[in-house]
């Protein structure tokens, strides 16, 4: 008895509830040295590989964050190695890796994971699946929703992996309850932009797509 009171409360010290983030502050991705594996063999060079990888993180974040206006936008920094993160940060630090070792399903790619004596992490399970849709989608876990969406061209939907539509935003702040000031009507005003508000019908936004990459 006395053994398992001990376990219960290490748990506890670790925490076994959901990070949060508060979109006020930083979010910081520390590049674990995994998440570079392979670039010691791209004929760019390291570092290039290095930049190219940092860019691809960016843009999928940033497919949430240019959301909201620049002025009081959410920031999200790259870190490496984690000793870079200041101690007095808010938000808990989520990790970058590739590994093919993962609790993630069967049929995982790329996946967000968390739990008590593990640090938030976006794996990928080999550098060519990293992508900027990828990133967004795993991104969008980590700050908002554990499951995915179904009818609509999200991000969040597990076999669509678009864009991040107006209403995800709403969403997600709506759950998350820091986001700053943001425009609640998406699809008009300084926000509209077509390719980001598509149709509330699958078949109609395919069809948007289609016709903007072309023949």
Partial sequence: MRAMLILVATLSFFGCERPFFDLREPIYLVAEESFWSGCEKDERGYMACQAERMDIVFRGVKMWFRNFDEATRPIALIIYPEENAPEDAVNEAIHLRISGDSDCDDDWVACYEWG????????????????????AHEFGHAIWLDGHV????SNMDKYALFYVVPLDVT???????????????????????????PSS???????????KSGP
């Avoid at 008009?188 to 077509?194: H, L, R, V, W």
């Fill in 150 to 153: 179904t009818g609509r061209l």
């Fill in 201 to 211: 019908s699958p078949e109609e936004g395919v069809a948007m797509l289609l016709a």
């Fill in 171 to 197: 969403e997600m702040c709506a759950a998350n309850g820091t986001c700053p000031a943001h425009d609640e009507v998406w699809c008009e005003g300084s926000f509209y932009d077509q390719w980001r508000c």
């Fill in 116 to 135: 008590p004596f593990k640090s938030p992490t976006i794996t990928f399970r080999d550098p060519k699946y990293e992508d900027v849709p990828k990133v």
